[in-house]
């Protein structure tokens, strides 16, 4: 069960920030940093997230992640700010500062699934209120304005088009949404791993943040990162919670204020002029290994996933 961070849990969360030389954060979009939204195509930061989150990233001394299960060029389109590490496909794409990544084997499959698109454009007319969301290496079908017992339908029909042996891939589902994923070794989990890895970050403290199932990944990925599920409580490994999405922008805001006094106060001046103090990205490398060493958690949480195909 996570602790949900209200005023004394804030202290605990305080003092890790205190004794860090750096942050480093992980940030779903949908339902973390933007309120849900009817038509996933209209959601959006409010200008109080995106004014924090733009002093953030900008800070020598902060890199400022986000990981989404939309597009790459969707995701950036939205948050629109040049210092952010972006992570879209639920981790497949990564790109911002020197980092690059396309999961290669996900990337072989962009055809076939550009051949699945085309069978579901019907859909939306056969099943009003459905809407598909075609990304780059998956597709999300959602169903948050469809009658109840839409669900089913799609799953029906995805399920002939994708079934559980498919060579290629997998159907995962999520709030209000079924994907159709490339069948690889492949999270929100791994994403933050691999920028978590090329990162030169003796003394960062990492924030891993999001709302949904696939969050769930990502708060495996590193060891005493301070884990956030975001919405009503479920069963989560973060070790935190907030009560709903609003309370994110606040949380951010409150821990920008406390990380510039802290700065201050430590460094005065000092810190201003030695760069990134103890955070850069260690190798502007091009596509490195995809194989990346998995912490047992992720392992089993990976192979507890194999459960969580909608039909
Ligand atoms: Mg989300």
Known sequence: MCILIDHDHRGEIEARVAAATSLVFYVDFDGTLAPIVADP?????????RAVLEELSGREDVLFAVVSGRSLADVKARVGLQSVVYSGDHGLQIEGHSLRFEHPEAARCRDALAELNQQLIGLPLLLPGVQIESKSLTTAIHYRRAPEGTREQIETITRSLVPADHPLFVLTGGKMVIEIRPRVDWNK??????????????????????????????????????????????????RYCLPD???????????????????????????????????????????????????????????????????
């Not at 195509?41 to 997230?49: C, F, I, R």
């Not at 999001?210 to 301070?226: H, K, L, N, P, S």
């Open 41 to 49: 195509g209209l959601a959006s930061l409010s200008p109080e997230t």
């Open 245 to 311: 999405q609003e309370a994110v922008g606040e949380l951010l805001d409150w821990l920008l204020r406390v990380w510039k006094e802290r700065r201050a106060s430590a460094n005065g001046d000092e810190a201003h002029s030695n760069g990134r103090p103890g955070l850069g990205i260690k190798e502007s490398s091009p596509i490195p290994s995809v194989r990346l060493r998995r912490s047992a958690a992720i392992r089993k949480r990976e192979l507890s996933r194999r459960g969580d195909s909608p039909a």
């Open 189 to 238: 989990g791994t994403a933050v791993r691999w920028i978590q890895d090329r990162l030169q970050a003796d003394g960062a403290l990492p924030f891993i943040i999001g709302d949904d199932r696939t969050d769930e990944d990502a708060f495996d990925a590193i060891d005493d990162a301070i884990t956030i599920r975001v919405g009503p409580e479920e069963s989560t490994v973060a």
